[in-house]
């Protein structure tokens, strides 16, 4: 995405912050390796929400793998979102600006997806107030059509009900296989102009792993849900694709280094 008309009308209001904080690295976006694509015919705009500060949020191996097996398909969009530091959150507030994704600097709230890797439960703190700065209202039952599908996944929800009345869908396990379909249902379900509610029911009636919290919560479950939820797992592991071009920091982060799954 080189054409300036393709960015955000928030992209220049951004920069001027950078200058008053103390890492702009952090927001800044475009190390080695990141993916910009245009907007523009696109299907899907996935934010993949860490919910702590860059330095350690970009070593999350759960990130990487997502932001690569998304980004491969050519009408989809995977961008990063971190937790701002205090300096910057108080920046944002200040101007009246809201929490963005780092390729773009598009809001939470104008993207299709906002989804929350969760590597450890102490982050699940984190996720109501990232949610209200971007313009994406907190609790799940106070979101309407117009509103971000808000997705969790990641090793913490293995026992999600710390974050049921905050997320729309959980992907339980090993998301790899299960993000592809995702997107694969996502399409006919754009496509078919499907109401969000049961878009939600649907991705969790056709999703290994996935959890609609809200549908089990009703004193009637609608049928096809699963009962219990099983984590999903990779089906085929020795062929499991591999990014060959992995996300470089541009500051200097907590884990620097690559991880190898033997």
């Not at 793998?65 to 990063?80: G, K, M, Q, T």
């Not at 999703?207 to 609609?212: K, V």
Request: charged share 25%; with cysteine; glycine share 8%.
């Amino acid at each position: 995405m080189n054409d300036e008309s393709e960015r955000h009308p928030l992209w220049n209001r951004v920069d001027a912050l950078l200058p008053l904080v103390n890492v702009p690295g952090r927001y800044a976006g475009g190390e080695f390796n990141a993916v910009r694509k245009a907007h523009r015919g696109l299907c899907l705009r996935h934010g993949l929400v860490h919910p702590d500060l860059y330095e350690a949020g970009l070593g999350d191996d759960e990130l990487h793998r997502l932001y690569y097996l998304l980004n491969r398909h050519p009408d989809v969009a995977a961008e990063r979102v971190f937790l701002p530091d205090d300096d910057l959150w108080s920046a944002l507030e200040s101007a009246g600006l809201p929490l963005f994704s780092l390729e773009s600097r598009t809001p939470l709230a104008e993207l299709d997806v906002v989804h929350f890797c969760l590597p450890r439960p102490r982050f699940f703190v984190n996720l109501p107030a990232m949610l209200a700065l971007g313009g994406v209202p907190p609790r799940a039952a106070d979101r309407g059509p117009g509103h971000p599908l808000v997705l969790a996944s990641g090793p913490a929800t293995l026992a999600p009900e710390a974050v049921a009345d905050l997320v729309d869908l959980v992907l339980v396990g090993e998301t790899e296989d299960a993000i592809e379909a995702f997107v694969e249902r996502w399409r006919s379900l754009a496509r078919a102009r499907v109401h969000r509610t049961e878009a939600v029911l649907e991705l969790a009636r056709s999703l290994d792993g996935a959890y609609a919290p809200a549908s089990y919560r009703a004193g009637a479950r609608p049928p096809g849900l699963p009962d219990p939820v099983v984590a999903a797992r990779v089906s085929d592991f020795e062929h499991a694709p591999v990014n060959p071009r992995p996300l470089v920091a541009g500051v200097r982060v907590l884990d620097d280094g690559m991880r190898i799954e033997i």
